[in-house]
């Protein structure tokens, strides 16, 4: 029955096929970094946890290989558990691979926490209805847009304090 389990976990993160392959030293033998990401969230659902806390899974990784990842940290949630990744400076396609965004400005206050809605538009709509706050550009990701807007230097200039803001807003209630 644990093999079974082990089994499940394997296929979730798709390492079934190198389930014999031994770890070795990074980028010289063994799994690459991308397989070793994967590896460390089996290790984790081993624990069977409903809650799992990831720091930058994807540092590190070329595009193909973070998207790898990203799908585990996919088929992860819709095993039902809840998946916390910190992510600095995501791709597009990595930013919109979630469903809810926790923004905090220097300082740890929080400027954003709901749904990120199709496209990101949930996101982007709290924000341009801030007076000051530039529009996003057509084709801009939204991750480095928000991270833009949401500047210290931004915050100064359009004269916003966004966790203020934030705490006035229906999200925060």
């Known amino acids: 029955m644990f093999q079974m389990f082990i089994d499940e976990v394997m296929d979730l993160v798709e390492l079934t096929g190198l389930k014999n392959a031994m770890v070795g030293i990074a980028g010289a033998t063994g799994l690459s970094a991308e397989q070793r990401k994967r590896l460390t969230i089996a290790v984790e659902l081993v624990a069977s946890p409903s809650i799992i806390f990831m720091d930058e899974p994807t540092t590190g990784l070329d595009a193909r290989a973070a998207a790898i990842v990203m ?33 905090m400005k220097r300082g740890g206050q ?50 916003v304090d966004y966790a203020e803001i934030y705490r006035s807003s229906s999200l925060y209630r």
Request: hydrophobic share 40%; glycine share 8%; aromatic share 8%.
């Open 71 to 103: 799908r585990t940290v996919r088929k992860t949630v819709d095993t039902g558990r809840t998946v916390v990744c910190t992510i600095h400076q995501p791709s597009i396609g990595i930013f919109e691979s979630f469903d809810e965004l926790l923004l």
């Open 110 to 159: 929080i400027i954003y926490s709901g749904s990120l809605g199709p496209l990101s538009s949930n996101m982007i709509k709290y924000f341009e209805a801030i007076p000051g706050v530039p529009r996003i550009k057509e084709g801009q990701n939204p991750a480095a847009w928000v991270l833009d807007i949401s500047s210290h230097i931004t915050e100064y200039v359009i004269g």
